[in-house]
């Protein structure tokens, strides 16, 4: 069992930036990969970025050098920056079996409680 807790989310202004936090606890946690999902009111949900214990990293598209995701499999920090409305959505943390090319975890077997991340002047 794999217990993730995420912080960090909030209101911001356009342009503004913000710190996600995911803190990973449980049972055989290095044979995870950690990273980050968000959904948008009346979207899907989409990956955002994710990072592998050799230190990989991937990103969608939409956020690629604007949210450098950084830390460890304890740990993990999505650093966000020239925030835009778009960004507006719940963000996730998930843990799983692997990380996409486009940032999303494959096979997310544990998953946060979402924080909410409001983009908006």
């Known amino acids: 069992q794999v217990q993730l807790v995420e912080s960090g989310g909030g209101l911001v202004q356009p342009g503004g930036s913000l710190r996600l936090s995911c803190a990973a606890s449980?049972?055989?946690?290095?044979?995870?990969?950690i990273g980050w999902f968000r959904q948008a009111p009346g979207k899907q949900r989409e990956g955002v970025s994710c990072i592998l214990r050799n230190g990989l990293k991937a990103y969608a598209d939409s956020v690629k050098g604007r949210f450098p995701i950084s830390g460890d499999n304890a740990k993990v920090y999505l650093e966000m920056n020239t925030l835009k409305p778009d960004d507006t959505a719940v963000y996730y943390c998930a843990a799983g079996r692997g990380c996409a090319t486009d940032g999303a975890i494959v096979a997310a077997e544990y998953w946060g409680q979402g924080t909410q991340v409001t983009v908006s002047s």
């Open positions: 449980g049972f055989m946690l290095d044979r995870y990969v």
